[in-house]
Structures are given as C-alpha cells and as structure tokens.
C-alpha cells in the first residue's frame, strides 16, 4: 500500500511518458496500474514478465510481493519480499500496515523477515553520531529585508515545481532561503539554551524551535558541494560531509523527479524531545509539524520571490535519509525541499 501510494504521488504529479520506452518500464507501469485497479492477477503476471526482462527494481519486487500475497501464492510473494528487503528504502512499517501482506503474517518466514530488517535499521542507527561533528564554519551573506514581490503575489503564485533550470544557485540566494525558513529575525541577549539565539522568522510552539535545517549543496556558486547543517543563531552553516552521493540523495527520496535537475536541497528534521519536553504528547502529535508547516511555507514564498522553484517532499525512507545527511540518532527527517532555477 506505502509503495502504491508513492507510485500514485509520482505518477500524478509527473506525467513522464519517456518513461514507457523501455519493455521493463512498460511492463511495470502497466502492472501499477492494474494494483491501483485491484487487479493482483494480471499485475503479478506483467511482475513475472517484467522481471524476466530485467532484475526488479526493490519498488517493483515490492508491489509484486503484494500481488503475490493477495494471489495466494505465499512462496513468490516471500520470494519478492526477500529481495526486496535487501534494500535500505524498504521500510518495516509498509510490512506491517499493509493489508495486501495479511496473509503472510501466520508463516515462519514472516517473522525472519522482519528479524532481517530489525537488524539493518540497528546496524544503520548505531553507525548514526550521538552528535553533530563541528565542522568547518561557512559565513552566510547577511538576508535581505525587501523585495520587489508582494506577499500577496508570493501566496497568489507559489506552486510546487518539480523541474528546474540546468544552472546553479547562488550563496547569497541559499542564504536568503535559509534565513527565511528558520533564520533570527528577533536576536535575544543571554537567550536561554532552549531559545538558541532568539526569535525566528518561523513561528514555533513555546519558542522551542525543535527543526534542524541542512543544506545539500549540488551547484551552488561560492559553496563546495556537501552536506551543510544550517546554524541559525548565527546565520552560518556548518559543513557535516564534503563527500556524499547525490545519487544516494535521490535514492532516499524514492529518485522523484526532482533529484534530477534540483541545484540544492534544504533537508528538515526535529528533535521531537525539544518540544515534548514541554508538552508531552501533544508536542509529538501537533506543534512539531505545525512548526514544519510554518517554516516551509516561508521557503515556498521566499523562492518564488528569487524566481527559484521548490516543493515540499514528505515521500521518502526515514533509515536512508537519516544515514545519507549523516543526522544525529534524536532527529527525525520530515521534509525535503529541493530547489532550483525557474
Ligand atoms: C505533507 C506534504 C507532502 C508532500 N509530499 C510530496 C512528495 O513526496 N512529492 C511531491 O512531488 N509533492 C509532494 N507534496 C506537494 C503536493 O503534491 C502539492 O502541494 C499539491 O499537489 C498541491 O500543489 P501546489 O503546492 O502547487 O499548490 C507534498 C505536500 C505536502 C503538504
């Protein structure tokens, strides 16, 4: 079902017909379709034909499991699991909320199979830092504070883009980006710890503050491409890894077309305990997200000002995002905005 809707959000918002050219391609997107139509017999079969062509895709041996699993054919469904699961994106919560799977649930290879994944989430969230290395330390430009766009053309205009210009961004332009998400609009002289400097452009519950914001640079003038975690306090950003692959990038987020042109990206996470601290379970099951919500909603309006185009991404594997922005164990990826020219 998780993988369904995926396919779903990327095949409606999309519209790839390049896509079909190949007979794999051809055969599996026929095969989603049917899934969507809950036709599992005919989607296993062009599963089956499909990988005859070509090793499956891990999304591909996924919905292929559950068409199996549906059909009553609890061997080739395992079989497709199995490989499957080889892979990070795969997720243990798919396995467990999905109906298609019920079937499964009663056979020993069930519960080995979910033992196999519990055992790579470990091994990846122990490889995870308790804490952020500190890096070398990148000035950003100071924010400008006016514009020749109205916030009524912002909100009236601003649209999720999802392809962008094959041209860098600049620094001054990350920056800007940067600042209006979470950056200090409001600096506190001997701020308590918790407040970090100030008050921010983006409101948030108790002036608790639990986002993280990292920069993925990819072509950005004046910035060597890296991972960059962004320190509002002092408008700086701090370099976590030089190294990195964007490709593994794109691999966390289902490889959504926007990987494949975006110059950068800002990556959100939260440290859910800053604000359930205080608030309990309604900090974890309300203001952490509101937050979110009021910070990316700034990036939306700020990049349409600077004619950059941005969406917001919640479709994407928490293990493999974690693990390719190198984030501490506390935080919780929430949203990829990529972002790139007009
Ligand atoms: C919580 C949330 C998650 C989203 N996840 C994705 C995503 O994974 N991929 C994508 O292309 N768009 C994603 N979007 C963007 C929506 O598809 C988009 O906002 C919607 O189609 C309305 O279009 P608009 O933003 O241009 O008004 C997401 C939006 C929200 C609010």
Redesign the pocket.
């Known amino acids: 079902m998780m993988i369904k809707v995926v396919a779903l959000?990327i095949l409606v918002?999309c519209f790839i017909p390049a896509l079909f050219a190949q007979e794999y391609d051809q055969l599996v997107m026929e095969a989603s379709s049917r899934m969507l139509d809950s036709d599992y017999q005919a989607a296993l079969d062009l599963y089956r034909q499909a990988f005859m062509a070509e090793e499956g895709d891990v999304f591909d041996l996924y919905n292929a499991a559950c068409a199996a699993a549906v059909c009553d054919s609890p061997d080739a469904a395992f079989m497709y699991l199995e490989k499957a699961a080889n892979s990070i994106l795969v997720e243990k919560e798919w396995l467990e909320e999905d109906e298609d799977l019920l079937s499964l649930h009663s056979d020993n290879r069930w519960f080995t199979l979910l033992a196999s994944i519990d055992s790579r989430i470990d091994s990846v969230l122990t490889s995870l830092p308790e804490e952020h290395p500190q890096g070398p330390v990148i000035e950003l430009p100071q924010p400008r504070l006016s514009s020749d766009v109205s916030v009524e053309e912002a909100m009236q205009n601003r649209?999720?883009i999802?392809f962008y210009e094959d041209s860098p961004l600049t620094i001054t332009e990350v920056s800007q980006l940067l600042w209006s998400a979470y950056g200090l609009s409001y600096p506190v002289e001997n701020a308590p710890d918790f407040l970090r400097g100030g008050l921010r452009t983006a409101p948030s519950a108790g002036a608790l503050y639990p986002l993280d914001l990292y920069l993925v640079a990819r072509n950005v003038t004046d910035l060597d491409p890296g991972i960059y975690l962004y320190r509002s306090e002092t408008h700086e950003l701090i370099l976590i890894a030089g190294e990195y692959s964007w490709e593994e990038f794109s691999n966390a987020g289902f490889n959504?077309l926007?990987f494949e042109t975006a110059a950068a990206a800002i990556v959100y996470s939260a440290v859910f305990e800053r604000c359930t601290d205080i608030y309990g379970d309604r900090g974890a099951e309300r203001y952490v997200c509101m937050d979110l919500g009021h910070s990316a909603e700034n990036i939306y309006l700020q990049a349409y000002a600077l004619n950059i185009g941005t969406?917001?991404?919640?479709?994407f594997s928490d293990l493999a995002l974690k693990q390719v922005i190198r984030m501490t164990r506390a935080e919780v990826p929430l949203y990829i905005m990529p972002l790139g020219k007009v």
């Open positions: 959000f918002s649209r999720s999802r959504q926007h969406c917001a991404i919640g479709a």
